[in-house]
């Protein structure tokens, strides 16, 4: 096999003279993918009609005879002056009526039906220039769509079409007003065309922003439908990806439109171990079973350290990442990006960080071509991750939507600690390859899933569920009942009543979910005949057993006695339960480890911030701490990369990997 090495790359600015030294340069730098395009419409388009593939048809020849395959992107993220000049209604609208500006990327909305029309017409015609030819190994659509530094788009179509998939939804407005509680603050709405869209910067009615999340998720997809099938006339069987999908819209969605899925990911040695593994686990699970390309990453990440490009490059490889491209090739001259690292700097000459790259390149063809292929990293335990929680919570008043994403990392950190590995799934996923199904936080709880979930547990699953779970319905509405929604008896509790602590919000600002916790609720409690005490805080649950083994109860405040951490045997699986949003990291540990042993799943003796995957032969060992560690790993084998491996131990200095193949 071979580790497909990329780089993205601008052939329209430089004469084709240069392309032709860069593709040399690039061959023998070890790079043999290419993407290009993304940012070129007023370069492939610069009147409207008139069509100058010349120089891109130029480029993909030079690169293809060069041996290197071509990811063709769409440039829909950077609409070109005579468009927004002609067009000015393209352009995404503030609530405030404000208008994105030109001069940026990313300031054309996706509802439009002008801006989508125009879209397609380009797209079609680039997908009949280059159809037939061979070295297109990909497509890339836009540019990490739904990012944009304008916030949400609130247009005059948006709105219509926002009260049209209302319509759809509810039939009537009396079903709105009821599903939406409207009847709070004098909300309720007479006449459709009083409804406004929601999103991050209107968020006080819960239902209203909830179904605009629905919304705009929904309308990405369909901006990314509308782009495949203009590719797919001519080119019918393209391979067909983004990059990057923003986070607040439903990627393992757009996943199903996508033929596989690219992530944008900047490594930093900054970040915790945890943090890169759970970006990276997150993006391989979006497509089921379809490995996930890293299509940008930094030429020097950390600079000057000259070994985190090896170092990150080999983490991506060890999480099921065989195609990895840098941004980017050569510095641009002018720009906002003319800083951004690349491998040739503006001089375009072959520097430090080029042969930095060819040493690497060289490293990886050497180690990999005695392996046919290598399967993906194979997990027995999945952390739910659903993106109708993320808007739900999104539409709280205490919350932020980047809290849930940090509710799950954290949760993703504590099996990390024991060196179990974990996969990011959506709710509707098969869980029958896990022994155990993580769920921080699940607000709703639809029958479906329930009866999934119930069965899982039934046939020998362990289920870790926190929080605020089960709580709500689909519309972000409390429930009139005790909680967990259709689960009470699978848990053997009854969760009657909360507590919320809001006294230092916004909680996202903190890196570490463990630097927002508040000293006000203390729990403790045997687990495995070991004495535990830790901290509860944010949601606390005032909840009864109802068969379930209380396990840690709080031990102050007005719930003082009362259950906290409850286990339950349901069939032949188990059903543990923890009453808070937020718990004290060593306290959550010890549970996810209790979770993780009754699920029988081995947990793995490694150094702090030492990381281990494996990928059928092969076990990569990476140490992100920074001072060395010396430990014995768990198999026995040959090292094939990196690291030392002698009389049974193994060295790693900071920042070093080893990869064993085993015995
Ligand atoms: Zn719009």
New binding site residues.
């Given amino acids: 096999m071979k580790i497909e090495i990329g780089t993205a790359y601008y052939p329209e600015a430089w004469p084709e003279e240069r392309v032709r030294l860069d593709a040399k340069l690039m061959k023998e730098g070890g790079i043999s993918l290419v993407r290009i395009g993304e940012f070129a419409w007023s370069h492939m388009e610069p009147r409207e009609g008139v069509y100058t593939f010349e120089w891109l048809h130029s480029a993909v020849k030079i690169l293809g005879r060069a041996g290197i395959k071509v990811i063709l992107c769409t440039p829909t993220s950077t609409a070109p002056a005579w468009l927004v000049k002609k067009h000015p209604e393209?352009r995404?609208?503030r609530p405030d009526g404000t208008t994105a500006y030109f001069g940026v990327r990313d300031h054309t909305?996706?509802?439009?039906s002008v801006y989508r029309k125009y879209a397609a017409k380009l797209i079609s015609r680039l997908a009949k220039e280059f159809a037939s030819c061979e070295s297109i190994a990909a497509w890339q659509l836009d540019n990490e769509i739904g990012h944009t530094i304008f916030g949400s788009?609130?247009?005059?179509?948006?709105?219509k079409?926002f009260r049209n998939f209302l319509r759809r939804k509810y039939g009537s407005l009396e079903k709105l007003n009821r599903a939406w509680w409207t009847v709070f603050w004098s909300q309720e709405y007479s006449d459709w065309d009083e409804i406004e869209l929601g999103g991050m910067e209107l968020k006080m009615d819960s239902g209203r922003v909830l179904d605009s999340f629905r919304f705009r998720s929904e309308?990405n997809r369909a901006f990314i439908v509308n782009q495949i099938q203009a590719i797919r006339k001519f080119a019918p069987d393209a391979r067909i990806c983004t990059n990057n999908y923003a986070g607040l819209f439903d990627r393992f969605k757009a996943a199903e439109m996508l033929d596989f899925m690219g992530e944008d990911f900047y490594p930093s040695a900054d970040k915790p171990m945890g943090h890169n593994a759970m970006v990276l686990d997150r993006y391989r699970c979006l497509k089921e079973g379809v490995p996930a390309w890293i299509l940008e990453s930094a030429t020097s990440p950390g600079a000057p350290m000259r070994n985190l490009f090896r170092f990150f490059l080999w983490s991506f490889i060890a999480r099921g990442y065989d195609h990895i491209v840098y941004f980017h090739w050569r510095s641009h001259l002018g720009g906002y990006e003319k800083s951004h690292g690349t491998f040739l700097g503006p001089t375009g000459k072959p520097r430090a960080r080029y042969r930095l790259l060819q040493e690497v390149t060289r490293e990886l063809d050497a180690v990999f071509k005695k392996y046919p292929s290598l399967p993906l990293p194979k997990q027995e335990a999945a952390i739910l991750h659903d993106y109708e929680t993320l808007w739900s919570w999104c539409a709280g008043f205490w919350s932020h939507w980047g809290e849930f994403e940090k509710t799950v990392e954290y949760s993703h950190r504590q099996l990390l600690a024991w060196g179990v590995n974990s996969d990011l799934i959506p709710p509707d996923r098969d869980f029958s390859p896990y022994k155990l199904l993580v769920i921080p936080l699940q607000t709703h709880f639809p029958k479906k899933l329930a009866r999934r979930l119930r069965a899982f547990i039934a046939r020998g699953g362990v289920v870790l569920l926190g929080g605020s779970s089960g709580m709500y319905d689909g519309n972000s509405k409390l429930l009139p009942e005790p909680g967990p929604e259709h689960l009470r008896e699978v848990f053997g509790i009854s969760i009657e009543d909360f507590i919320v602590f809001n006294s230092d919000m916004p909680m996202a600002k903190n890196e570490a979910r463990e630097s927002s916790l508040s000293k006000q609720v203390t729990f403790s409690g045997t687990l495995n005949g070991k004495p535990v005490a830790g901290l509860a805080d944010k949601w606390i649950a005032d909840m009864e057993p109802a068969g379930a083994s209380v396990l840690l109860s709080y031990e102050n405040t007005i719930l003082k006695g009362q259950p906290f951490f409850t286990e339950n045997r349901y069939g032949d699986g188990w059903a543990l339960y923890y009453g808070a949003n937020l718990v004290d990291e060593a306290s959550l540990r010890v549970m996810t480890r209790y979770a993780v042993e009754k699920a029988g799943i081995p947990c793995r003796a490694l150094p702090e911030n030492v990381e281990a995957v494996t990928r059928g032969p092969l076990t990569f060992f990476l140490n992100h701490g920074d001072t060395p560690v010396s430990f014995k790993p768990d198999c026995k084998g040959t090292v094939v990369a990196g690291g030392r491996f002698s009389r049974g131990r193994l060295e790693l200095q900071p920042r070093d990997f080893c990869v064993i193949e085993h015995e």
């Fill in positions: 393209i995404i609208r909305c996706y509802t439009s788009c609130h247009c005059a179509e948006c709105q079409e309308a």
